[in-house]
């Protein structure tokens, strides 16, 4: 079964800092890593990480996969309150369409 | 163009109690998914869709039914409404085509009493 864990729970840092959240995981077939920001409503999606592509990046944010160690990283430098919400990793798996989520990342933005 | 659009956006409802969420998509995607999501449990898949006329199973089907009769909508019924199925549930679709993410609706969020 597939298994995604994602550390810390929860994060509350101040305005300008540099976050680093973890994402590890164990899919029978691996396919792709996602990465997810929630605010109040829907999930928006931010990055996908493959095997042809391992690193990503978008403004501040960039994320990184590590297929030997099983994990990802996502980094938000130069924080700001807009980015407080709850980012969520998940796996897909070769052979079928599921995504499998770990419990997310709280993140809270102090100014 | 509306995205992945759910109703109701909200609904409590009474222990037996049988409803259908509703999940529409605009984007001509082929497959769909329904998700389930609580506090410290993430986002779990309930039932999944790869095309008109094909449904699966998610890790936590029961008590839940789905049908796909057209590529466009989704739904997902309720059968007996139980207090475990209080809840906030998504709607996701995307392409077949590799590479593609899932769009998600707003969400629906369930009380059951």
């Known amino acids: 079964e597939d298994k995604v864990v994602q550390s810390p729970l929860s994060l509350v840092v101040h305005e300008g800092d540099t976050v680093t959240l973890n994402c590890s995981y164990e899919?029978?077939?691996?396919?792709?890593l996602l990465w997810y920001k929630q605010e109040k409503k829907a999930p928006t999606f931010l990055f996908m990480l493959?095997?042809?592509?391992i690193e990503k990046k978008s403004g501040r944010l960039s994320s990184i996969l590590d297929k030997k160690e099983l994990s990802s990283i996502l980094n938000i430098t130069a924080t700001q309150t807009g980015d407080s919400a709850i980012y969520l990793c998940a796996v897909e798996d070769f052979g079928n369409e599921k995504l499998t989520f770990g419990t997310g990342t709280r993140l809270t933005i102090i100014p | 163009n509306a995205g992945v659009t759910q109703t109701p956006k909200f609904q409590v409802l009474k222990t037996g109690q049988s409803m259908t969420l509703q999940c529409a998509q605009d984007m001509n995607h082929e497959y769909m998914s329904w998700y389930r999501q609580d506090p410290g449990m993430g986002l779990r898949l309930i039932h999944y869709?790869?095309?008109?006329?094909?449904?699966d199973q998610g890790e936590v089907p029961n008590g839940y039914n789905v049908s796909r009769s057209t590529t466009e909508d989704f739904p997902l019924r309720l059968l007996s409404a139980a207090p475990s199925q209080t809840s906030v549930y998504f709607c996701a679709s995307r392409r077949q085509d590799r590479g593609q993410s899932y769009t998600f609706g707003s969400g629906t969020r369930l009380t059951v009493v």
């Open positions: 899919v029978t077939n691996f396919r792709s």
């Open positions: 869709s790869v095309g008109a006329g094909i449904t």
């Open positions: 493959t095997s042809s592509g």
